[in-house]
């Protein structure tokens, strides 16, 4: 994506006052002075809270990236810039509606729309998860000695449980992320009521909470939809600072925040044909720009390493089943019986490493549904109020 960014330019943003006061014509109004003002105090403080929230991001260990704690943090990020937004958009429909501003926040729009899908894929990638955390939970279970020696018994149900496990992560890898039971609108797997939404969802296709996502089909595609959502993110020139009134400058700042979250989305969760193909290039008076893209750099480092590069997700929980998975099924295949002293301590090892990846998954999935289905539901109000604003000027031409 290229660059909009000239060394030997001024800055569009910390010009924008500037330039703006020194068109103006000698004589104004001192209400509209003051209205200038306050939306020039509303841009900067925007522009200051994003700045903020990314930098509290980015101060996070290597650990704590891309943790189900994390990622939760990421969306309460998102959401607190939306609300700014919106805000904004609000405030300043009539020059939401008019050109050149009127041509952003459609492309916004548009972004949105495509956001809703990976949304939906990465709620289900959070319903494979939930079945990887039984399978676990079985493994527990199995192997529960309460003080008593352990039994072939317990070892035989264990060994089937990560066999299941096993089998479902590679099938998961080797398909693509493409669920046999997909379900694109926030339930659980339920072919009869799936059936049921369908047909009701076909017959009432003009409501506005409709998801896009009934148009998915197999070939779907997180990887290419995050390309499209990037296709074009171009920062405005000066000149489209000036006429949109420094707007245009905060319609590119949230959808370069959406596609930085989304991207993130798609890396740490599983879902259909993830990539990590987005690309930033953000100019450097947009000073948000530095811990987004630090962050995305981060996160493409950690997809490098060896012993992710064939995950299912980098979720930093998926890594720990990933790696607690092999290792009990490299103890469960070699021991012998009665156990020795150091197999016995080994196996609660694992069994303490697995106790605490599932009190993570028990604690952590629902609110990150849950937060997701929010986020969901924010896009698509936001969108719904845009295009509202958009088309009562149309209906007014």
């Known amino acids: 994506m290229p660059s909009t ?24 109004s001192i209400e509209a002075d003051h209205e200038s003002s306050e939306q020039e105090l509303e841009l900067q403080s925007f522009q200051k809270l994003v700045v903020d929230l990314f930098h509290d991001l980015s101060a996070v260990s290597a650990d704590e990236l891309l943790s189900i704690a994390w990622i939760r943090k990421l969306l309460d990020v998102f959401v607190c810039c939306l609300d700014e937004f919106r805000v904004l958009l609000l405030k300043n429909k009539a020059q939401v509606s008019k050109p050149p501003l009127d041509h952003w926040a459609d492309e916004y729009l548009d972004r949105s729309l495509k956001a809703l899908d990976i949304c939906n894929a990465t ?5 494979k998860i939930r079945t990887w955390h039984k399978h676990l939970e079985i493994v527990m279970c199995a192997l529960e000695s309460r003080k008593r020696a352990f039994s072939e018994g317990q070892f035989r149900r264990a060994r089937k449980a990560l066999m299941d496990l096993t089998l479902e992560m590679l099938d998961e890898r080797d398909s693509g992320s493409v669920f046999s039971h997909r379900n694109w609108s ?44 990037a296709n074009n993110l171009i ?34 969760i599983p879902c259909q044909d993830r990539g990590l193909g987005t690309h930033f290039s953000i100019p450097q008076q947009y000073s948000w720009g530095i811990p987004l893209i630090s962050l995305h750099e981060r996160i493409i480092e950690e997809s490098k390493k060896r012993e992710r590069q064939n995950s299912n997700g980098l979720l930093r929980e ?44 028990k604690n952590g999935l629902d609110p990150l549904e849950r937060q997701i289905r929010e986020v969901f539901r924010r896009i698509m109000n936001c969108r719904t109020e845009g295009l509202e604003i958009l088309s009562r000027a149309n209906n007014l031409e």
């Open 318 to 361: 998926i890594y720990h089943v990933e790696r607690c998975a092999r290792h009990m099924t490299d103890l469960v295949d070699v021991v012998q019986f009665p156990l020795t002293e150091e197999q016995k301590v080994e196996v609660e090892q694992e069994l303490q490493e697995l106790a605490s990846i599932c009190e993570k998954f």
């Open 186 to 229: 926030f339930g659980r797997n339920n072919p009869r009521k799936d059936a049921r939404r369908r047909q009701h969802s076909s017959g009432n296709s003009s409501g506005h909470s409709r998801s896009h996502s009934w148009s998915i089909s197999n070939s779907w595609s997180a990887a290419k939809q995050l390309q499209s959502i």
């Open 235 to 268: 920062a405005p020139r000066g000149n489209e600072i000036i006429a949109t009134n420094g707007l245009a400058g905060s319609v590119y700042t949230m959808s370069s925040v959406l596609t930085f979250v989304l991207s993130a989305l798609v890396a740490a």
């Open 5 to 28: 960014h000239n060394p030997g330019s001024s800055s569009p943003l910390t010009s924008f006052g500037r330039s703006i006061w020194s068109r103006r014509e000698p004589f104004h």
């Open 123 to 127: 709620c289900d990638g959070i319903e």
